[in-house]
């Protein structure tokens, strides 16, 4: 589905990507481990194509190319719109067709219904959060790539979300402080450090990954 061969990037003198490979399948939730400023958005960027390598390359199936959804760890919603303007807007942007309801389901889990009314500039940060979850999960798309999904987040939405995130037909591929998230929800981690991927865990090897997170980054946090 993804294959990600020697890509690194620069920018200025520092080089955020260094050599970095690897591969996504069909239906498989994979994490980006790594403390924090150490390329992990940069990587999930140059997925989506916004940023081009310096050198390498990244391979996208046909199938993917058209259909994937980009949820940034940074909300940036239109201003001046209402929350179901931006729901709107969302389901004509991607071509989406939300059945009644599925949309009704996700907007009551995750506290929206009261809020379709209000700007969306008026939510505060894990609300705004909540509906970047909800647009992704509605978007069936074929690839989610995810940065932060959860920050600022209540725990019941957390809970409720990491169900959810399971039942998506499509592969995702995603990062999180909450290591619970990457644990609970991932099929394969890789460790990203200096600029590389320089360890992955299968979902069978979980048990090791304090062990592995301390002996790499030395405690750091996540």
């Known amino acids: 589905m993804i294959e990600i061969q020697s890509v690194s990037k620069i920018f200025g003198d520092k080089k955020i990507l260094n ?4 591969n996504i399948g069909a239906n498989e939730i994979v994490g980006i481990v790594a403390p924090n400023g150490t390329g992990k958005s940069v990587l999930l ?3 989506i194509g916004k940023l081009k390598p310096n ?3 990244i391979s996208v199936s046909n199938e993917v190319t058209h259909n994937i959804y980009y949820q940034p760890q940074s909300d940036n919603y239109p201003e001046n719109m209402k929350v179901k303007e931006v729901l709107k807007l969302y389901e004509n942007v991607y071509a989406l067709h939300y059945d009644k309801n599925i949309f009704n389901d996700y907007i009551n889990q995750y506290g929206l ?3 379709l009314d209000k700007n969306v500039t008026q939510l505060s940060g894990g609300q705004q959060r909540k509906l970047g ?6 978007s069936n798309a074929s690839l989610l790539v995810l940065d932060e999904p959860s920050a600022g987040v209540d725990r019941i939405s957390i809970n409720t979300f990491r169900v959810d995130l399971k039942k998506v037909k499509g592969s995702v591929i995603m990062t999180s ?3 619970e998230d990457l644990l609970i929800l991932c099929d394969k981690l890789f460790f990203l450090r200096d600029g ?4 992955v865990l299968t979902s069978s090897q979980f048990t090791h990954f304090n062990e592995e997170y301390d002996k790499l980054y030395g405690g750091a946090d996540l």
């Not at 590389?196 to 360890?199: E, G, H, L, M, R």
């Open 19 to 22: 050599n970095f490979s690897m």
């Open 55 to 57: 050198q390498g390359s």
């Open 113 to 115: 219904s009261e809020l």
């Open 177 to 179: 402080h909450n290591s």
């Open 133 to 138: 979850i909800v647009l992704s999960l509605l």
């Open 45 to 47: 960027e140059l997925i």
């Open 196 to 199: 590389q991927s320089v360890k």
